[in-house]
């Protein structure tokens, strides 16, 4: 059996920075100005921040101020904290303790802000979305929608789920670009705990339905599935639905009643990677075995990736291993596209993408433009 090539694209956050929206520093820094002021519930970020600090001071006898912080590293100390459920009862909710919580909401409200219209999308969004064929498959790292919004606008058909139920390998069709939201998205929310209440109250003989920010609210907020189609009964993201109207939701977010699915930036992250687990599975077998086309666009891969290092790792020496097209089709270099003005910062991005072939690889280090997009 011949399987078509198509080409593979991971993004990261330097993909959307010509459109506005923050990078990881940038980000951390408005989420931590907002969270400061916080009363209630959502004072605990402030707590966690402080205990984290003291943490840092008794354990490694360092002295921090709240803006010195390692975010990744704060958000991480957080993950282990609820992983391991230290709190015992007083763990929060699913969704993460209090400062967790209060995170993923500030995360999806400064990028909501930050987020162009469809009707302001810049040009070269669209003109990017318009070379991408059928069957192209994007991993992205971002929160974001700027890219679901350029591929609506263009009228680019795609999905951002894994595979169609009775196609081949469960793999979907040909005729869509596939998108794998890796951590998430800020118009993602989950539905599962609210058809656990409906039951409830259908059990009791009520015939209303319970209330909802989401999914039963009074502000009629649109949302639609985020499987459009047939899914298995474990897939994990059956029940999650996209947030239409997600600006008007992040403009007054009802706190801790509906919770972004999305992951936070943090060094232990892996821990919850297992809710996107479909999304991963087999890319460190064939995937990159049959596609001609490498790009890697604004992912620096820092070191509190480490585990995206190895994925991509992998997904690269299959691509550059491995060619099972019938018959065998030259494969393009890989193209690794980012913004590193001087030699250090260049230094620093080769140095963690070590695994790449320079004779085999393209460097692009001037950032993501119009003149970048026609060379991929």
């Not at 354990?59 to 803006?67: A, H, K, M, R, T």
């Not at 393209?362 to 993501?368: K, V």
Request: charged residues 25%; negative net charge; aromatic residues 14%.
């Amino acid at each position: 059996m011949t399987l078509r090539p198509f080409a593979i694209y991971i993004l990261g956050a330097g993909f959307s920075k010509p459109a506005g929206l923050p990078l990881a520093t940038e980000l951390w820094r408005e989420v931590y100005r907002r969270a400061a002021p916080l009363t209630g519930s959502m004072a605990q970020f402030r707590e966690d921040l402080e205990d984290f600090i003291e943490f840092k001071a008794e354990c490694d006898g360092v002295q921090l101020s709240p803006d010195q912080v390692n975010y990744e590293e704060f958000l991480g100390y957080l993950d282990i904290e609820y992983h391991l459920t230290l709190r015992g009862s007083y763990t929060w909710s699913e969704d993460g303790n209090e400062a967790q919580v209060v995170a993923k909401t500030l995360i999806g409200q400064v990028i909501a802000e930050r987020m162009p219209s469809k009707k302001a999308i810049p040009q070269l969004y669209l003109n990017f979305v318009r070379k991408l064929q059928p069957g192209d498959k994007i991993l992205t790292f971002n929160y974001d929608v700027l890219l679901e919004h350029a591929l609506e606008v263009a009228g680019v058909p795609f999905r951002l789920f894994r595979g169609r139920v009775g196609t081949l390998l469960g793999w979907g069709s040909p005729d869509e670009v596939e998108v794998y939201k890796l951590h998430g998205s800020i118009d993602w929310f989950d539905r599962r705990s609210y058809t656990q209440r409906e039951a409830e109250w259908k059990a009791h003989g009520l015939a209303e339905r319970p209330d909802d920010p989401i999914f039963n609210s009074p502000r009629e907020l649109k949302i639609t599935p985020l499987i459009d189609d047939a899914s298995y009964p474990d897939d994990p993201l059956r029940e999650i639905y996209r947030l239409i109207d997600f600006q008007r939701f992040y403009s007054d977010p009802p706190w801790f009643l509906a919770v972004p699915k999305i992951i936070n930036p943090s060094t232990a992250k892996i821990i919850f990677a297992g809710q996107f687990s479909d999304f991963f599975y087999g890319l460190g077998r064939f995937f990159g075995a049959s596609h001609y086309k490498f790009n890697i666009i604004g992912f620096s891969m820092s070191e509190h990736d480490e585990y995206a290092r190895q994925v991509i790792y992998r997904i690269v020496k299959n691509y550059l291993t491995i060619n099972v097209n019938d018959p065998p089709r030259p494969k393009d270099p890989i193209h690794l596209v980012d913004y590193r003005p001087d030699d250090s910062d260049r230094s620093q991005l080769l140095k963690r993408y070590a695994f790449l072939d320079p004779a085999k690889s393209e460097f692009l280090l001037d950032g993501f433009d119009e003149a970048t997009v026609e060379r991929l």
